[in-house]
Structures are given as C-alpha cells and as structure tokens.
C-alpha cells in the first residue's frame, strides 16, 4: 500500500521460494506464480478480510500510487527446473511474475542478489499481456489497460546454480512488458517469458498524469508514446476504474500514464483527446 | 556531450502558453535561436525541466532526467499573429523577438515578461505570440477580454507599432476553430479588396443591389430566410416535432 506523496517502499529480504518438480499424488493443476510483484497501491485490505466483496485478497480493488520502491533483496528460488507443472497438462510454473489484476501502474520492481537454484530459463519470469476482458466500458473501456506491457523488472548480482541453469549467466539484466513494436537497445525477445531481456541499465518508467480537475472524468486514451528513430509507438490506456457505486462502476478513471522508455532517448507524447491543461 | 535523460515532445492541438516547474521553480524557455525561427532546441544539459515551445507546430519540447518531475502549468493568454510588411533579415536586424515583445508591452501598457514569442516565419514576416495574463491575476478573463479590445483598436486604428506594417493580425481561433483577420474580417479575396467591393451592412439595406460582388446583410438572411424556411415548416408538422412542442407547452400533462 502507498500513497501520493510519500514516498513508500515494498521490502523483501532473506525469503526462500520453492516451485515443484516432482510428481505428487495430487497436484495442484493451476498456473502459478513463486513470487508476485509489488504494488504500491492507494488502498489495502486487512490481513483477515471481514466481508466476501474482499475477496479473493490477492485481487487488486484500488489504482497505483505515483510513489512508490520496491527492494527485494536476497531472495532464492528453488526447484522451478520444470516449466510445467508434472500432472498438470497445460500449466505452467514461474519464478516470478505480476499480480494478475496488476492493471494501472507496475512499479520498477528491483531485485538485488537474487539466486536462482536449478530454475529452468523459462520458468525464471512471465509477464502476461494485459487480458482483454479488461477491455469494457466498467474497466477500462474498449482496449484493455496497459501496465503489464510497460512492467519493467531489473535484476542485479543475480547468481545461477543448481542442476538446471539459465542459458546466460548475466548477474545485471533487466526483463521489460511485451510492447509489440519495438524493444530498447540491446533487448530480446524471449517467447516464454512473454517479455524481452535486456542488459540495458538506462531502461526505466516514464509517469504522467493530469492534474486538471476533470482527471477522474475526462478520457484523453490512447495516448501514443513513440519514437520516430526506432519506430517505437507504444499506445497507452490509463487506470482502471476500481471505485464501485453500489452495482455499477463509478466511470472514474484517473488520467496517469505508464510507458517503459530508454532514458537517453527521444519521445513524443500523442494525446487522442485535448491535452490535460496542467 | 548530452546528459542522460529522456527528451519528450508533447504534440498540442494549439498553440498554448504553458510555464514548466522543477520542485516549484519556474524552468525558463529556452532562448530564441534566429536561425530556426523558434525558441532553441533542447542542450540536454541545462538540467530536468529544460523546455521550449514552438509555435504553428506547437509542440513542448521537455527534457527530464531519471528521478526528476516537472509541471506543466497553463498561463491564461490571447494567441496572436501578426503579419507585417517586412523581411525575415529586417525583422532580426531590428531586434528580433526581443525588440517586438518591447513594443507589443509598451503598446498595450503591459510587463514585457507578459509577452511570449512562439514562432516567427516568413511570409512576409508573420510573429505568433502569446499575451500571457499574470498568474495572480483574479480575473484573467477580464485581463485578455481587454487586451483583445486594446489590440484591435491598435490595429484598426494602425496605432500598434511593430517595426514594419501590419497587412493582417488575428487573436487566434475561435471556438469552431476560426481566425478572423482583424483588418479583413469578412475573409475578402486581395481582388475583392482592391476592387472597391461596395459592402452594405446595414440589416435590409435598400442599396444592396449595387453590383455582382456586393454583399449585403440584407441579402443573407433573406436568404437564410428562404433557404431554411422550408426545412423548419417540414421539421415542424413531423409527429415528433409536434409532440415535442406539446410536452413544452404542456409540461404536466400526464399522458
């Protein structure tokens, strides 16, 4: 949970995950996640939920703060050395990943020292594309929101070991959201991730939103974030709309903006709608 | 040598006067380069918030280094072009952006900070500018409703001097997106105008038939008059038009 204008750090250290590659009797056949980004979110949910609306806990109800860190330090995964779940036809096991509700504003997420202990490449990290059933008028309208695309993870003194390793031994990479026209310098696509790796340090996130009066009113979506050089032309859709008025949707939707960009690159900003003023 | 950080171009519909701050500075716009005939393109090394805005294109130009936020603030402003008279070397010559926004501010009595050129091209000479309201004035509105009367009573009365004369001026689009030359309102072709158009502008006037390229007011709307008379009779004897005009009349009438 975060807020506007302080600023709020997602903390994790010392943790150990495991995934499972052995049969079990009775397998649990659901695609999964070891570890889920950190938001930083405007609202939480208590520990011990009190009413069934909260659930399931893990499902996000509130957009993205504009503040917001994360710092994941030390974390090992262990055992992913197969990306499928053995019994399980058709799912699939991954290190690390977003929230599945994950719709407005994935936060840098860093990990530092992370240690991969016999995780197979491909179960190392999957970042969905942004399903289109968010794609309606009480989520985000007629294309779906766009921050999965834009999630950008960096992953520093990373180490390898284990039977099963990674085909690259990089300590320092970063793996960014599937945008489909264009990835920075140095960036390839891997298919199983749904995501490109990248050794690119300048790689980062560019936020803007609009502080006129009519933000949570006014749609000014698509916005196109292009580069004319690289013919980079990422569109971009705003928060969802979280706020509930008794059984509708309250059609309000905050004007802010997420774009995975190059820091040493050039960009223009196309709005569809009029310009937020300020 | 650049600084690291990301270059941003936000494209505008218009031109708009905008004021960009770093933790509450005001960053200033970049200096006018006469070459480009626009304020100078982004260093990348004058630190986050550089900025300039370009006129006619009307694009801001931002650069933002990692970690740093800017705003963009709007500032209240009438959009004016003046086309005047002169050479685009002349115009530099004589002082540039510098030199005109001095005599557009003593001109209309105001701060010259208040005055902001956002493109200068050739044809003869045209000056996009910006008459900024101060950002504590209460009423802005009523600021720029009289510095538009002000300009207009310069330029018809040839009173406003910018260095070379005036051929057409504009306070930008209105509403449906039209300017209205100040010395040409009607939009009359060069030919018209020099053909001595006779123009009677008095509602019915009796002298509206004094040649082919007269218009007269007259004239418009009775042809207005003849041109949507039959629409409205029609619109008027539909079953919805009817109904409609009985729940007017009738508000509280239950059905």
Known sequence: MGTETAKTVSKTENIHVWGEDTAVKKPYCKTRNGFWFAGGLGGGKELHPKSSSALPVYKIKSAGVWRHTTDFKSITFHDFAVPTIQGCSGTRQYAIGPNVGASDHIHIQNFKNTVFDNVHEESMIYIFDPPKSWANPTDCGNFPCTAPQNAVVKFTGTTYKGAVKASFTDADFQAVGNYKSVMHDTCVKKDKWNAFFCKNTKIGILKFDSLDGDTMDRSVQPVYIKNYSTGLVNKLNNDMDHCWDGVYTCQKRRTRFIAQVQTDKAYTIEYTGTPPGK | ?255
């Open chain 2, 1 to 255: 040598m650049t600084g690291a950080g990301v270059e941003l171009r936000i494209q505008y519909p218009e031109s708009s006067a905008f004021d960009v701050f770093v933790n509450n500075v005001e960053v200033q716009i970049n200096n006018w380069d006469t070459k480009i005939g626009a304020p100078g393109k982004l260093t990348k090394t004058a630190g986050c918030g550089e900025n300039r805005f370009v006129g006619v294109k009307n694009y801001m130009d931002v650069f933002v280094t990692p970690g740093c936020e800017f705003e963009i603030r709007p500032r209240n402003a009438v959009l004016t072009n003046v086309r005047m008279e002169w050479t685009l070397a002349a115009f530099y010559a004589d002082g540039g952006t510098s030199t005109f926004a001095d005599r557009i501010s003593a001109a209309l009595g105001i701060h010259k900070s208040r005055v902001k050129v956002v493109a200068v091209y050739e044809g003869s000479v045209i000056v996009q500018h910006l008459i900024m309201a101060e950002t504590t004035d209460a009423n802005p509105k009523a600021t720029l409703d009289a510095i538009k009367k002000s300009v207009t009573a310069k330029v018809l009365a040839e009173t406003l001097f910018l260095g070379g004369k005036i051929l057409s001026a504009d306070l930008g689009p209105d509403l449906f997106g039209v300017k209205t030359d100040i010395l040409n309102p009607l939009g009359l072709t060069p030919a018209q105008l020099a053909g001595g158009t006779q123009l009677d502008l008095t509602v019915g006037g009796a002298g509206g038939v004094a040649g082919s390229e007269e218009i007269s007011m007259g004239g418009v709307l009775a042809s207005l008059a003849l041109s949507l008379g039959p629409t409205l009779l029609f619109l008027s004897r539909t079953p919805a038009v009817i109904k409609l005009m009985d729940d007017l009349n009738n508000p509280n009438e239950e059905e």
